[in-house]
């Protein structure tokens, strides 16, 4: 909130200033979503803005009446639930209506619970029914409460994989889950209302994903980049450590990550399909994943066999990004394989993205093996994405990551008229590179860190010559 009604949102300001802003249909949807969501009432300095807020919420009550528009969808009515009880008990007196208002919108959430969507959808709204119960008081508290608890119960149990990885493998939305899941352990603390053994849950469900956080965090402290991902819309590895401090969640398993991933050993996520290789100042983070779960791929990319790269602490070679949810070409273009750090054949993608949220056909990933010695760390598999294609190709890839090189190779298992590998290097980066078994050529490139931003980059693209190629990537 820049102003008392100007909002930076996916790198776009506009300005709220008339009832009909709420729900412009020349604005972007997920733009407006993010007007309704109120974060700037939990934000870094929120208590300059005071007087903003309180204007905002009475505005918001004013100029959205139940039911009607954006604000109310449940998406944006769980979020909005959550940030309002946030601002109540930092200290901040109601305005006028507000409770009245809050209850309406947990009532009409309560019977529009978004089980046709599942995954992180129906979480919002099961944390959105936990505060409510919590903090209003009463019979339809309490049963707002049960039904809250009940969801948070079974979606904890089917969402977070047994390695604590989020099952929709986007580390953007594994770590806006997980800073849920530490609102509601310091929820436990403010309120009596709620049952210990589910506070203990959360506590234990924290401290695994606070763990895969850790391992698939890049040195800079920021999310990677597979699937759905971007910066700016979820807290970094070291906000959410600062987090998990304050509420008491720093278990030795967690730290206990962190000296293993920095002596360079492989840490292999195998529910979640990811990898984390280091050796010297190189850290490889690797997508050896399944895209999703089978019923919910809808922030899927066709990123499969892919990587990022990390020197130094810098970022060097990088997946493409998310820039846009918007169901256009450029949103195809970045769920698209050759935005992402791995091999397209014959033109295709390792798994049919098609619409905004929609996969056909899924790649799956086999036999991932890992190995170390004296030399390199490295990690082997293959996927069964391209067996669609007349060819019926099999792409295998080994990544092997040594102090001042990594050696990617890849064999292609099958017939196929073209084959190219992409590699996306960071802006401003580059690597010293050779090709045994292809022809590569550098050509101008994009990149999408966040929402509304393309970035200027190149890349390195590299046209099979035979069944096997291999690129050596060398630093001093």
């Known amino acids: 909130m820049t102003a008392p009604s100007t909002f930076r949102f996916l790198s776009t300001e506009r300005a709220i200033t008339a009832p009909v802003d709420w729900n412009r249909s020349d604005w972007p949807k997920l733009w407006l979503y993010n007007a309704h969501y109120f974060d700037d009432l939990v ?87 936990v505060f409510a119960g919590a903090c209003f008081q009463g019979s339809e508290a309490e049963s707002w409460l049960r039904s809250g608890l009940l969801l ?17 493998r986007s580390p953007m939305y594994h770590a806006i889950l997980t800073e849920d899941v530490l609102d509601l352990v310091q929820l436990g603390a403010l309120s009596g209302a709620l049952p210990m053994a589910d506070v203990q849950a959360w506590r234990e469900a924290a401290t695994r994903m606070l763990g895969w956080a850790k391992v698939m965090a890049h040195p800079d402290g920021d999310i990677a980049f597979f699937n759905d991902a971007a910066f700016g819309i979820s807290p970094a590895w070291t906000a959410l ?61 066709a990123d499969t066999l892919s990587f990022e790269l990390s020197l130094d602490g810098r970022r060097v070679l990088v997946n493409g990004g998310t820039s846009t949810y918007q169901n256009d070409a450029e949103r195809q273009r ?4 050759a935005a992402h750090n791995t091999v397209v054949v014959d033109g295709g993608d390792s798994s049919e993205v098609w619409s905004a949220f929609r996969v056909a056909r899924r790649a799956r990933v086999h036999d991932v093996t890992s190995s170390q010695d004296d030399d390199a760390v490295s990690l082997s598999a293959w996927h069964d994405g391209y067996l669609r294609l007349p060819g019926r190709v099999r792409h295998h890839r080994t990544w092997s990551l040594r102090s001042n090189a990594l050696v990617v190779t890849d064999v292609l298992d099958g017939q196929f008229a073209n084959a190219e590998a992409c590699f996306l290097f960071a802006p401003g980066e580059g690597l010293q590179w050779r090709v045994e078994g292809g022809v590569g050529r550098l050509e101008p490139a994009v990149w999408n860190p966040r929402f509304g931003e393309s970035v200027d980059t190149t890349r390195l693209v590299v046209k099979f010559g035979g069944p096997r190629c291999c690129v050596v990537f060398s630093w001093s």
């Open 334 to 337: 970045q769920r698209g394989t």
């Open 43 to 129: 934000a870094d300095g929120a208590a300059n803005r005071n007087e903003w807020h309180r204007a905002l919420i009475a505005r918001w009550v004013a100029e959205n009446p139940p039911g009607k528009g954006n604000g109310w969808e449940p998406y944006p009515t769980s979020l909005r639930i959550v940030n309002w009880f946030k601002w109540l008990l930092a200290g901040n007196a109601p305005m006028p209506g507000m409770l009245d208002s809050l209850a309406v919108q947990v009532r009409w959430l309560g019977k529009r619970l978004e089980r046709h969507l599942l995954g992180n959808h129906l979480w919002a709204n099961a944390k959105a029914l």
């Open 241 to 301: 450590s600062a987090y998990a401090s304050a509420v008491g969640v720093l278990p030795e398993s967690v730290q206990g990550v962190k000296r293993q991933v920095e002596e360079g050993q492989v840490q292999l996520l195998p529910q979640s399909g990811y990898a984390r290789l280091v050796s010297g100042p190189a850290v490889l983070l690797t997508d050896v994943a399944s895209i999703g779960p089978d019923y919910l791929p809808g922030h899927a990319h």
């Open 152 to 168: 948070t119960q079974r979606e904890l149990q089917e969402q977070i994989l047994a390695d604590g990885g989020h099952f929709e």
